[in-house]
């Protein structure tokens, strides 16, 4: 069925298709609502559209190779599962430390502005965070932490609003994907990976909490 719906599609809509699918299998996450540079008012991102429009399409091809395509239709994001964990990332504990202290911020923004489906902050107040937050023994370089956002941005976890993310003023936002790849559960893990000082941890990107991950070296 969703080849006979390929066979239909334009040229175009076949290389859209054909892009969207490589970003999927790449980036993991879709937003439904994506933030320009210096603006902070969220614009329908129009790939998710057109993944919603041919959604069986997409589901279909992603099948044969073993991805599963799934829509939270709550956070406004599509994003992929793999039961082999292919599309999984080796985290170093600074970076997985960072998550934790962005799934905390977003929390606590969330509770004062419920409306809103992404939270803004900045490198600074990320670092900031993370001392107040006493899971780091040292105050990171700013580089290791230049390194940790640029990776997350590059993830569909933060996306970059205004300036260099080589500043420390850089104005960043927390997409809902952030509550996909750090679960209640995962919370727990880090917690005790932080206090109790384990030594690797699984830290998933995919949603299932014991499915592929992200692991501590």
């Given at each position: ?87 999984k990332l080796r985290l170093d504990k600074l970076t997985t430390l960072v998550l934790f202290t962005l799934r905390t911020i977003y929390d606590e923004e969330k509770e004062r502005n419920a409306t809103s489906s992404v939270v803004y902050t900045t490198t600074a107040s990320i670092l900031y965070k993370l001392l107040e937050l006493k899971i ?82």
């Amino acid at each position: 069925m969703w080849l006979d719906t390929y066979n239909n599609l334009t040229n175009g809509e076949k290389e859209r298709f054909a892009k969207l699918t490589n970003y999927l299998l790449n980036k993991t996450f879709v937003t439904r609502e994506i933030y320009e540079v210096k603006d902070r008012l969220g614009k329908i991102n129009a790939d998710y559209r057109f993944i919603e429009k041919y959604y069986d399409l997409f589901e279909g091809y992603l099948k044969v190779i073993n991805y599963v395509l799934k829509v939270d239709e709550v956070l406004g994001v599509i994003y992929i599962e793999n039961d082999y964990g292919y599309n999984k990332l080796r985290l170093d504990k600074l970076t997985t430390l960072v998550l934790f202290t962005l799934r905390t911020i977003y929390d606590e923004e969330k509770e004062r502005n419920a409306t809103s489906s992404v939270v803004y902050t900045t490198t600074a107040s990320i670092l900031y965070k993370l001392l107040e937050l006493k899971i780091v023994l040292k105050k990171p370089t700013m580089k290791d932490m230049v390194d940790s956002i640029r990776l997350l941005v590059n993830q569909n976890i933060l996306t970059k609003i205004d300036g260099s993310i080589d500043d420390s003023a850089c104005q960043l936002a927390i997409l809902p994907t952030i509550l996909l790849v750090v679960t209640n559960e995962k919370i727990d893990a880090i917690y005790s990976m932080v206090f109790q000082e384990e030594k690797e941890l699984p830290i998933n990107l995919n949603q299932e909490v014991d499915d592929t991950v992200f692991n501590l070296e």
